[in-house]
Structures are given as structure tokens and as C-alpha cells.
């Protein structure tokens, strides 16, 4: 049976007033007309003294203290390899030849090069003995014509052909001098190409500059190398001393301010997982590495070398376990994490560091950009109360309050998320209750 018009339009009229009744109620209890509005849930803490340690946190590698690579200083084949690597050297051992074949030849070209000298030299200093002889007799010969000549006993003629004689004889000695002086000269050139053979000679030989271990081998028997008279030449191996090890790590522009030279700091190894090592900051690059340079994504940072303290892994009987004495446990290369202390302060004010966001100005956002300053909410009564504060120092969990706040007053300290983006100045909040705070740790 069909409904008829009028209780259509009633039924519609009820729905629509319902609509209206619902929407009245929703908006009322959202104003906190009625049945309040609902109060954000926060957690709070007490600010308290603490003893806190700044530090900066990077990872490294770990590398010897010192590591010399070995380059030949001459070209040639590898014909004889002595060592492997990691196997321990001393000074002055041999390590490898390179074939002398051709250097052999050329100490015996410059030993006939300074033979021939030898003898230049010698035929040249008799050439001038004999040219000072002469001389000594054209001169006599020609103060006898010239007494002669003036007792008109010979000739003019004849004065001249003597004085003309002794002129010669002279000049003969005077190019003979320079040819002794020549010739000596090509003696010490043959002489020192002579030098220069045996030390090419000599070092086909390569020796150990200092003892240590091998702890890269670049080069087999038949292998060819290059010296470092051409370029670079060929790195064959490189000697460390592995009972000195120490770390390199890059550490920001931001923090390298806070970084100094003797700062104590803690050493995890990869390798190591269950051990802490310590050592201190040994050296700080004074220029940085740049990457992506130019662009809006430039990182600088600075080299930093720590210095990981021997004392704290070779009473570790574990960790020392069948390394050989006088060794570190550690091999060139090895990942490691390093926290720098660089700053310790006792009994400071101090507070969970989430506690502090920065002042939300209307219009700007939050960010030390736009001057924003450095804000915690104080509670009290329900109530909380936006207060900037001056602050210090941190750690991982805590930062220190240098102005703004006393011992004992209670800060929110979480969650984040309502500190930095929710709460405003005067806001009514409760405490959150041990049922909130678990269901929020399983979140």
C-alpha cells in the first residue's frame, strides 16, 4: 500500500531536522559548549642537576700510525720476490730484485767511459809537458838572437823567425792548459756517471726502509715496474707498523669547532662488536674536504685522526688471542664508530632535550632561520606556559638550561610532536596517564 504525500514529507521533515539537531551538538561539544573539549595528554619532568658530556659522534676506518708504500727508484722486471704479505720485515731486508741485466751493462759502459777519460786526461797533461818544454827553448833561443842581433851578428830576418818561433810555442801551451782542464772535467763526468751506474745497479735491489709488517703486496715475479725517476712509478707494497693503529674520520664543519687536540674518545670496531677501545684526538686537518662543490648539496668536512690508547685491548686476553706480540688486533681498513668527548660540566640544570622546540612566530615557521628563539612549555596547575630559555651543553638525552628555568620547576618533556606543533602559550593540559605512556612506548 503506497504511502501517501503528506507522510512522505513528514518523515522527510524528521530526517532533516535530526540532520540539523546532530550537527548543532557536534559543533557545540567541539566549541566545549557542552561536555568540554577534550584536553591533550602530555608528559612532564622535574628540571634536575646532571653531570653531561658533549660529543660528536662519526664513523672512521682504522689505519696504521705509520705506513710507508715502497716504490723502485728504477724500471725493469720483478725477477726474485722475497716477501708475501703480512709477513713481518726488519730494516735493511731484502725484499725483491729487479732484473740488473741492463744496469749491469751500463756500469760496464761508464767504467770504459772513465778508462778513456783517464787516459784523455793523461795524454793531455803530457802534451803539456812537452809544450812547456818548448817554450822554454824557444825562449832561450830568442833572448840568444836578440844579444846577437844587436851585436850584428845575425840577421833581422833571423831575430824574427826565433821570436816568431817562441810566440808559437806559447800560445801552444796556453791551448794545452785548457785541454788538461777539459780533460779533467770529462774524468769527474765519467766519474760520476760511473756512481750513477753502480747506485742504478744497486738499487735493482729493494730493502725494507723500516720494520713492520706487509700489509699490501701490488706486485708477482715477471711482473713489470716503473721507477719514480718516470713519474710516480709503480707502488709494489706498502710496510706498516701495526702496533700503533689509529683512526680516521670526517667530522662536520659544524663540530669541528668543538673538536681539540688531546679530546678523549671511545673506539667501536665492526669486528669487535662487544668491546670498547679509547684513545684521544692526535690530529685535526687544518684544510677541509670538500664534496659536490659549487653546489646547494656542498658537505665540508675535516680529517680528524685519533690515536686508539694500546693499554685497551692488549689486556684482553680474548681480543689478543694468537696475534702476534707487539701487534695490534686490528687490520688496515676495518669499519669503526668513534664519540669524541668534547665537553663535560657538572651538576647543570638540565632537561630531556626533546623538551626544547623553537618559538612559533604567526606567519613563519619554526626554524633558527627566521630568529625564532629556543622555548620550553612550564606546567603548573594544568596550565602550561610557553618560557624561553638560554641553553648549554647536551648529550645524547639531556641539554643544559643556562637561563629561563629553576631546579624542580616541571617542564613537558613529550610527546614531540604535540611540544613542537600543538601546545601554545596558556593551553589547558592534563598528565598523561601510565596506561597512555605504555600504549605509546608500543607505538
Known amino acids: 500500500m503506497a504511502q501517501s504525500p503528506k507522510k512522505s ?11 540539523i539537531i546532530l550537527g548543532l551538538v557536534l559543533i557545540a561539544r567541539w566549541q566545549g559548549w557542552i561536555g568540554g573539549k577534550n584536553e591533550i595528554s602530555v608528559e612532564v619532568e622535574k628540571v634536575m642537576p646532571r653531570t653531561l658530556i658533549s660529543s660528536v659522534t662519526e664513523s672512521g676506518s682504522i689505519q696504521p700510525d705509520i705506513e710507508v708504500p715502497v716504490s723502485p727508484d728504477v724500471s725493469g722486471e720483478v725477477v726474485e720476490l722475497y716477501v708475501k704479505e703480512g709477513d713481518s720485515v726488519t730494516s735493511g731486508q731484502l725484499l725483491l730484485a729487479i732484473r740488473p741485466d741492463s744496469y749491469q751493462a751500463a756500469l760496464e759502459q761508464s767504467e770504459a767511459s772513465l778508462n778513456t777519460a783517464q787516459a784523455d786526461y793523461a795524454q793531455a797533461k803530457a802534451n803539456l809537458e812537452q809544450a812547456h818544454s818548448n817554450i822554454l827553448q824557444d825562449s832561450i833561443n830568442y833572448e840568444r838572437n836578440l844579444k846577437l842581433f844587436k851585436d850584428k851578428v845575425i840577421s833581422l830576418m833571423e831575430l824574427e823567425a826565433s821570436e816568431l818561433k817562441f810566440k808559437i810555442s806559447k800560445s801552444q801551451f796556453l791551448a794545452g792548459n785548457q785541454t788538461v782542464n777539459a780533460a779533467f772535467y770529462r774524468v769527474k763526468s765519467a766519474e760520476a756517471s760511473l756512481r750513477q751506474s753502480k747506485d742504478n745497479l744497486r738499487k735493482t735491489n729493494i730493502y725494507a726502509s723500516m720494520s713492520g709488517i706487509i700489509t699490501m703486496l701490488k706486485v708477482e715475479v715477471g711482473q713489470r715496474v716503473v721507477g719514480t725517476a718516470q713519474m710516480a712509478g709503480t707502488e709494489i707494497m706498502k710496510i706498516a707498523d701495526l702496533s700503533k693503529m689509529e683512526v680516521a674520520v670526517e667530522i662536520n664543519e659544524n663540530d669541528i669547532v668543538n673538536v681539540h687536540i688531546g679530546d678523549s674518545a671511545t673506539v667501536e670496531v665492526d669486528a669487535f662488536p662487544d668491546h670498547k677501545f679509547y684513545g684521544y684526538v692526535s690530529e685535526i686537518a687544518y684544510s677541509a674536504t670538500v664534496q659536490s662543490a659549487g653546489s646547494t648539496d656542498q658537505i665540508t668536512n675535516f680529517k680528524v685522526i685519533l690515536f686508539i690508547n694500546p693499554e685497551s685491548y692488549l689486556s684482553n686476553e680474548k681480543i ?12 688496515p681498513g676495518m669499519s669503526s664508530q668513534v664519540q669524541i668527548f668534547t665537553d663535560r660540566k657538572e651538576n647543570v640544570k638540565s632537561i630531556p632535550i626533546q623538551a626544547v622546540t623553537l618559538e612559533r612566530n604567526e606567519g613563519s615557521t619554526a626554524s633558527a632561520e627566521n630568529g625564532n628563539k629556543e622555548v620550553v612549555f612550564i606546567y603548573k596547575d594544568g596550565i602550561v606556559k610557553s618560557t624561553p630559555v638560554k641553553t648549554g651543553i647536551s648529550d645524547d638525552q639531556h641539554i643544559e638550561i643556562l637561563e629561563g628555568l629553576t631546579e624542580d620547576q616541571e617542564v613537558v618533556i613529550g610527546p614531540y610532536r604535540i611540544i613542537s606543533k600543538e601546545l601554545t602559550d596558556g593551553m589547558k593540559v592534563k598528565i598523561m596517564s601510565q596506561d597512555e605512556k605504555e600504549k605509546k612506548n608500543r607505538q
Open 9 to 19: 514529507k513528514w518523515i522527510q521533515r524528521s530526517f532533516l531536522i535530526l540532520g
Open 320 to 331: 689478543m688471542r694468537n696475534i702476534p706480540k707487539n701487534q695490534s688486533p686490528f687490520r
